[in-house]
Each structure stands twice: as structure tokens, then as C-alpha cells.
């Protein structure tokens, strides 16, 4: 039975699909079975960064509403065997997303795979509710700047209350992404620094991801900057980032001169 996982923030433009292409690439690198599954109705960029755009077909909200079955809305990635996608529609709006028809995908989701992460749109619609409704895990992805922290601690609040698991009685096991750190701005106190950010939002650090040219790029080919650039900064740190997940204890790579002070700060929130 797989583990369902949401990429998930308050603001827009933070990176979660970048964030959510990266990770499951990383995962599925591993040989473990992943599905990447767009929850933006209306926008649908996974397929984008994922370089699958020509290739779909059928989306989430034709299984949803019973016009195709999941196996014909599964795109298989080309590059990795083990990774597919579950493309959004382009051209229905979010009112289209069912409780029951979410609840019904998931479920099928969970016995084909070992991975479902689920790309959330941003805030707190309806969309992003059911995004984050049956996860077991979360991933809060936000920037080091004041609105995106409050945003993102809203999320949180979200995530100990209107889940399945919340309702339930239990709590969905939550981690924090710092995407676009730029430790040049940070040492001139034009971000927040990261231990406020840790302090604000009280969740385990997952990882640090640098701001880079090549997230940018990969975004541009097609490609996770995990296949397209896997020795850059960025791509070492999502892949540091998914191995945390399956449990490692790996300290945090902090992309900052001082790291070595930093990381030793950090390696106890880790």
C-alpha cells in the first residue's frame, strides 16, 4: 500500500511542482514505484516540468468523472520506468473535483504504487483541501520571505485539522522544504534567516534548496532538475531531500560558506 504524500504551501510560486517532478524522479530512481499526480485544475504545469504535455490524453478529472479508466490517464514516464504521471485538466475548473471521485482515485492510486505524491494548487480552495485530505505526509514548501512563512503556517494549521487523519484522531507526518534560499541575500538580512523560519513553523527540516539557474533550465527542458542537472546544487539537494524521507539520517547540506557551523546547527532539527 503506498504512501501518499502532498506537496503543499500557501503562496504561489514557491516551487512545489518543481519540488513535487524533483522528488518523485528522485524516488522512482530508487526502483520504487511513484505517481506524480497534478491536483491544479485549470493550470496543470506538472505535465510541463515533466516534459509529458503532448503525451496526455486523458486527466485526473475524466477518471474522476468516469470517463476513462486510471490506467488510461497514467502517463508512464520515458526516462524512468517506475515514475507516471496523473496529469490536471486544462479546461475544467476546480468545481469538478469530487470528494467521493477523489477518495474513489486515491484509494486505486494506493494499491498500483509505493509513491503517490500529489502537487497541490496554492492556498486554501477547495482544490488543495482534497489535494492534502488523505495524506500521510506532507512536504510545506516555502521561500524564506515573511508572506510565504505565514502562508505556509496556515497550511500547517490545515494539515492538524481538516485531514482525514486529523479527524481521525491522528496527525499527518509533516516536513519543511526551503526552496530559493539565497545565501548571499540571507547574509545581508534580505531573507529571513533559516532558523527563524524553522522557528516560526515548528516542523522537521527536510532540506534546503539552493536558488539556482538549473531549476530554472530543467523547468524550460522538460526534465526534474534531478535527470537534468543531477550534480548541481539543487539536484543534490532534493535528492538528499527524498532520501530523508525513506528514513536516512542525513545531515543538512547548507549552501552558505559557513556551512559547516550551519550544518552542525542544523543537524539536530534534521
Not at 495524506?135 to 494539515?159: K, W
Not at 519543511?176 to 533559516?194: F, H, K, N, V
Amino acid at each position: 500500500m503506498a504512501k501518499v504524500l502532498v506537496v503543499t504551501s500557501g503562496k504561489g510560486g514557491v516551487g512545489k511542482t518543481t519540488s513535487t517532478a524533483a522528488l518523485g524522479a528522485s524516488l522512482a530512481q530508487t526502483g520504487q514505484n511513484v505517481v506524480v499526480v497534478d491536483f491544479d485544475v485549470g493550470l496543470r504545469n506538472l505535465d510541463l516540468v515533466m516534459g509529458a504535455e503532448r503525451r496526455v490524453v486523458f486527466d485526473l478529472i475524466n477518471v474522476i468523472q468516469g470517463d476513462a479508466k486510471l490506467s488510461q490517464a497514467l502517463i508512464r514516464d520515458k526516462r524512468i520506468e517506475t515514475l507516471s504521471i496523473l496529469p490536471a485538466s486544462q479546461t475544467r475548473d476546480k468545481d469538478a473535483l469530487t470528494a467521493e471521485g477523489v477518495a474513489r482515485v486515491m484509494q486505486e492510486l494506493r494499491e498500483k504504487f509505493d509513491w503517490v505524491i500529489c502537487d497541490s494548487p496554492a492556498g486554501i480552495e477547495r482544490g488543495a483541501q482534497l489535494a492534502m485530505y488523505h495524506a500521510d505526509h506532507a512536504i510545506v514548501v516555502t521561500n524564506p520571505e515573511v508572506s510565504s512563512v505565514r502562508d505556509s503556517d496556515r497550511i500547517i494549521g490545515m494539515l492538524d485539522s481538516t485531514t482525514e487523519k486529523a479527524k481521525g484522531g491522528g496527525k499527518i507526518e509533516k516536513h519543511l522544504l526551503l526552496t530559493r534560499y539565497d545565501p548571499a541575500r540571507a547574509a545581508r538580512g534580505e531573507m529571513l534567516r533559516i532558523e527563524d523560519v524553522l522557528e516560526i513553523l515548528s516542523i522537521p527540516l527536510l532540506g534546503i534548496i539552493p536558488e539556482s539557474e538549473e531549476v530554472l533550465r530543467a523547468s524550460n527542458l522538460g526534465a526534474p532538475v534531478t535527470l537534468s542537472s543531477p550534480d548541481s546544487p539543487p539536484a543534490r539537494a532534493y535528492a538528499e531531500a527524498a532520501r530523508r524521507l525513506e528514513g536516512e539520517k542525513l545531515e543538512i547540506t547548507v549552501p552558505t560558506e559557513r556551512k559547516g557551523l550551519l550544518a552542525r546547527l542544523f543537524k539536530g532539527k534534521s
